[in-house]
């Protein structure tokens, strides 16, 4: 299986600052099947961002995602209060699995 | 708008079978466009995919879980199952459904969650 590695674990940061999680991949990853998940605690999952880089209707656009090679980024241009959460990137390209998780907290 | 909500008893006891159903209203677990999925999360932790059903009752499992689990399809109840077997402690978790994309996407993400159901193993 694909063994998704999301680095940092933890990042801790202001609000106001940019957010930048990595999401490394072990083996080549077409970056479609690539998606990244908010959770805040006590809540569900949500969908941030599909296909590596869009956006569902409703995500705010400081949300922003990439790939480069295995290497998926998740960037958060200004933190937002309510952006302080777990964030999990996950593949859909063979058997779906998800990462370990990055926690962003408020510095 | 489609909503999933998650049944079931919190409270397993080891070697017995774990049993939940979800929900599906404001639309339809007959989509020919979605997988309908299991995930879990032990309390604490990350997220674990358990596998998906698809409306005609193909189904695909996490190898790692395949041996216990099935995921059944009722259309006519606008619901979906999950089974899992001989379960212990370390079945303990929080679970959820949630609506993924077949491989034909295009959105390859899952858009909707249920709030989840913990269930707990113990004598």
């Known amino acids: 299986d694909i063994v998704l590695t999301q680095s940092p674990g933890t990042l801790s940061l202001s609000p106001g600052e940019r957010a930048t999680l990595s999401c490394r991949a072990s083996q080549a990853v077409d970056s479609k099947y690539v998606a990244w998940y908010q959770q805040k605690r006590g809540q569900s999952p949500r969908l941030l961002i599909y296909g590596a880089s869009n956006r569902p209707t409703g995500i705010p656009d400081r949300f922003s995602g990439s790939a480069s090679g295995s290497v998926f980024t998740l960037t958060i241009s200004r933190l937002e209060p309510e952006d302080f959460a777990m964030y999990y990137c996950?593949?859909?390209?063979?058997?779906?699995?998800f990462g370990g998780g990055t926690k962003v907290e408020i510095k | 708008q489609v909503q999933l909500q998650e049944s079931g008893p919190g409270l397993v006891k080891p070697s017995e079978t774990l049993s939940l159903t979800c929900t599906v209203s404001g639309g339809s677990v007959s989509s020919a466009s979605h997988y309908w999925n299991w995930v879990r999360q032990p309390l604490g932790k990350g997220l674990e995919w358990i596998g998906y059903?698809?409306?005609?009752?193909?189904?695909n499992y996490n190898s790692s879980l395949s041996s216990r689990v099935t995921i059944s399809v009722d259309t006519s109840k606008n619901q979906f199952s999950l089974r899992l077997t001989s379960v212990t402690a370390a079945d303990t978790a929080l679970y959820f459904c949630?609506?993924?994309?077949?491989?034909?996407?295009?959105?390859?993400?899952?858009?909707?969650w249920g709030q989840g159901t913990l269930v707990s193993v113990s004598a």
């Open positions: 996950q593949q859909f390209d063979r058997v779906l699995t």
């Open positions: 949630a609506r993924g994309p077949t491989i034909f996407g295009p959105i390859y993400g899952f858009d909707i």
């Open positions: 059903v698809y409306y005609l009752g193909a189904s």
